[in-house]
């Protein structure tokens, strides 16, 4: 979908003469307002956010009329109806996309935290305090509601965001940043802690990513290929998130009621998104109970169903599956089904086949509870519940700029924590080392 | 002195013949191990961290005859008699090793621990559980000891770990980490936790950095060239640790006895390592009842002293300090010193000069050291103490792999915990979202 979505759709921005220069201007006056920025208070920083949620709603006729240039350059190409309706803004999104903002205002200030200390005993107060990353460089592809989303997270973790959008949103992302900006200049916080990219040249995102004395992590948000060639090029850290190749296990102790509800959960409950399930195992003790009726119900829902030979003797309209299959995240209403010997053969089959994003065991045995969640390897790891929960929101982070299917930093739902760093910040009445 | 250390001493060992062949090899035997050593216990890992200390114990003097092949090449190279010094092993060095492998053993075990959790409204159990990262590959420069304590804190936080050490030191380091390596077999853990590499082949580094799908991290540890080199050529994370240009700042309000003691203690304890000052910045209000005294003290401990023109007015014997000064680690008994006008001043010089690893302000002012605290971009910054506690056994982490200058994933000091990921394990009983 990314590679559609990135069609050359609408005018075309006329890329300023000469990027490498451009690119460092733009990193260069990030840079000095995330020093401005890290010094910000939270309430400075909440007050930006309400101002801005307030621009959105007094000019939200404007701004559906610009986004409208957007959909039809995007219709004019040839866009999906379905790609299309992501791009639109109306009154709903733009009041959920004002809402968002001061749900964000109301999370706790993370800048400036002290979340670890220790007394040593020579009386030095050693302590851990949150800090900003510094600048973001954001890459995304999608509606332009994520340009929002993302400004607001890393402003208010304290950090200055440069923001590249896709170029089907251009106009829209443009009349959203500019609100954005004036905001920040009437609340007092530097303009230049929200940039937006003013060329859709994708040249301009290889001279970001060399930028490492400047940009402190990029953020890619897209797809594959997006996410590829930033993780290839950057001279910075980059926080990743792909694919959800997500498992729900069906244990032979499981309650085979909360299996299928878990199931359906996991699946349909918006199959297009990184957390839906796209494989089903199901231990052989509980497949003859469990697969006829499950199926049953999946079908109902409209899922077509792709299993092993032993699945597909409990249920004979599933299509054979090939080992492809369990390798791929369909983002849509397929489901791969295999029926598995043990515990350990589930566990294996998501290590080989998974990929280390959302997997959910159902089951009422604590030491299968116990060793799914010990042995496998993903961001997050469930008993008894949806795959569908692995969210910021739904973890309790507020809100997140993505789902990290990295070790390294974060990994899983990254929210305001997640953007910043902290440094040591130590108290002594004169101690020195011997 | 990294790349004198790295010079072409002692016999060269033959590269492998496919050297791409070779490090695939390496890096999979590793992440096998790796998915092992997840699951061990911490007494296992324990077992291992004392067994090898008694084996190093027991065999310190063949120990200590296989490191002398390794000092008298270099004595045939020309090293300088520090380097070797460096190099050599001894009946007490050997104990200190052993007893670090004791210590590291008796601290707490970080793998599993649950850090954080919350109940959500909808009563899903969300934790946040410690996995190891999964492969360090670890390229070194230094003294044979740092084998050990690579190898210890990497597997005592659950990773498998490669080791490329510097050529100068190869028996010693085959043989600590054949020892290490026969350890883990006793103690029936995968034998490939540990792996050292058996070239010295620097293009063997360059093969390792490749391989991001089996290593989660590299850890260069050495001269500015190394590091650089690997952060270039990684496609994993890297974990750097660059120059200490570190200030100790004299407030107008500062004890100036204590301020004498704090930059004596910082500059002259051991003047060769990153965490020592390097520059001296004095309130001009406390210049003049300062500096004389204070020169005075640093020459009587044979520091050479280069000023600006109002440091040389109140300390003629130093010399005049280059803009250059300002920005060097001397790692020697070199200070540079500057007057300033005012708190912003110092803050303002050690953001342009310094290398945001370690700094010191000496104050009873609270604003002051408030402000130093708040604006100071370092991974350390500290109150009337030394800079030299920036260290992970000082800062009470029990040992450290290194001290990051980076703001991703782990800032200042690097122990255990700094070596591990974590996932999220949710528990559930049949939620579903809505």
Redesign the interface.
């Given at each position: 979908m990314a590679d559609t979505a990135s069609m050359n759709v609408g005018l075309e921005v006329a890329a300023p003469a000469d990027l490498a220069e451009y690119t460092r201007q733009v990193a260069s006056r990030a840079k000095q307002a995330a020093?401005q920025l890290?010094?910000a208070t939270g309430g400075q920083k909440n007050d930006w956010l309400k101002r801005s949620a307030e621009l959105i709603r007094e000019r939200s006729k404007a701004l559906i009329k610009v986004n409208e240039g957007d959909c039809t350059a995007a219709q004019a190409a040839g866009l999906s109806a379905a790609l299309i309706d992501r791009l639109r803004l109306s009154e709903p999104r733009l009041e959920a996309i004002a809402r968002g903002l001061e749900q964000i205002a109301e999370l706790p200030e993370p800048v400036?935290e002290v979340f670890d200390s220790?007394v040593?005993p020579n009386g030095?107060l050693?302590t851990r305090?949150r800090?900003p990353?510094?600048v973001v460089f954001f890459v995304y592809e999608s509606r332009p509601n994520v340009t929002v989303d993302a400004a607001s997270l890393c402003v208010k973790s304290g950090n200055a965001v440069i923001l590249r959008g896709g170029k089907e949103a251009r106009l829209s992302n443009r009349a959203l940043a500019d609100l954005l900006i004036e905001a920040l200049g009437i609340t007092g916080l530097p303009r230049d802690a929200v940039q937006l990219v003013d060329t859709t040249d994708r040249e301009a995102i290889g001279h970001f990513l060399k930028l490492h004395d400047q940009i402190?992590?990029a953020i890619p948000r897209g797809g594959r290929s997006l996410i590829e060639r930033v993780?290839?090029e950057a001279?910075m850290?980059v926080l990743k998130h792909f694919d959800g190749v997500c498992h729900v296990y069906v244990d032979a102790a499981a309650?085979l009621a909360?299996a299928e509800?878990?199931l359906?959960?996991?699946k349909c409950?918006r199959p297009g998104v990184c957390n839906a399930a796209e494989s089903l195992l199901v231990h052989r003790d509980v497949a003859a109970r469990f697969l006829p009726q499950a199926g049953k119900s999946l079908r109902a829902k409209g899922v077509e169903l792709r299993g092993c030979e032993r699945t597909r003797a409990f249920i004979p309209e599933a299509r054979p599956a090939t080992e492809e299959d369990y390798r791929t995240e369909y983002l849509d209403l397929i489901l791969s089904v295999k029926v598995v010997d043990s515990l350990a053969q589930a566990i294996d089959h998501i290590?080989i086949y998974g990929s280390h994003h959302t997997d959910t065991i159902v089951t009422n045995d604590l030491s299968a509870?116990r060793e799914f969640?010990?042995?496998v390897?993903?961001?997050?790891?469930?008993?008894?519940?949806?795959t569908?929960?692995?969210d910021g929101g739904?973890?309790?982070l507020g809100a997140e700029i993505g789902i990290s299917t990295?070790?390294?930093?974060a990994?899983?739902?990254c929210g305001l924590k997640e953007l910043t760093?902290?440094?040591?910040?130590?108290?002594?009445?004169?101690?020195?080392?011997s």
């Open positions: 020093r890290a010094m400036g220790t040593r030095l050693v305090v800090v990353l510094g402190d992590v993780a290839a001279t850290p309650d909360m509800a878990i359906i959960n996991s409950q290590e509870a969640t010990g042995r390897d993903s961001a997050a790891v469930l008993v008894n519940a949806s569908r929960f692995n739904e973890f309790g990295d070790r390294f930093h990994r899983g739902p760093s902290y440094k040591y910040v130590v108290h002594g009445t004169g101690q020195v080392r």
